[in-house]
């Protein structure tokens, strides 16, 4: 298993820009609770299935298998 961050430069400059204005929030939810603090807990939860391959919401991070 692999996290690496998007391959597209524009996506993973957007999202940090959002995170630094939102103070580590997932940019793109409402809620800012530990649950959408970056990492988020929907990626964590996603890293610890092992069939899971794929972004997180936000398409910062890839996960490999």
Do not use: S, W
Request: charged share 35%; net charge positive.
């Amino acid at each position: 298993m692999t996290i690496k961050l998007n391959p597209d430069t524009e996506i993973v400059n957007t999202i940090k820009e959002g995170l630094k204005k939102t103070g580590g929030y997932c940019p793109c939810r409402r809620e800012k609770t530990d649950d959408t603090k970056c990492m988020c807990k929907e990626f964590k939860d996603q890293i610890a299935n092992p069939n899971f391959e794929g972004f997180c919401h936000c398409m910062l991070y890839y996960k490999e298998k």
